[in-house]
């Protein structure tokens, strides 16, 4: 799981879509338009940052609306920190 934190934050898109969902819940359809990406570029940054824990992902039928876990976020930078001594 470490590992997908750390791919997770490798990337400015993926670290984008953390900050707008850490605002708000969004449609994949509304944030690929903020992103100015297409939906399935979205799609497939979503599935890393669902499995890194980051957000979730819930679906009615096909449409598939996405929220960050912002408390895991910051156990995640917490155990980073206590481990840095």
């Known amino acids: 799981m470490a590992n997908d934190v750390f791919k997770a934050f490798s990337s400015t898109t993926r670290l984008k879509m953390l900050r707008i969902l850490a605002k708000k819940e969004m449609h994949i359809?509304?944030?690929?338009?903020?992103?100015?990406?297409?939906?399935?570029?979205?799609?497939?940054?979503?599935?890393?940052?669902?499995?890194?824990n980051l957000i979730e992902i819930r679906k009615f039928g096909k449409t598939h609306v996405l929220g960050s876990k912002i408390k895991n976020m910051y156990g995640m930078l917490d155990e980073l920190a206590d481990t840095h001594d």
């Open 29 to 52: 359809t509304g944030l690929a338009k903020e992103l100015n990406l297409s939906v399935p570029v979205v799609a497939k940054h979503a599935k890393l940052l669902e499995r890194a």
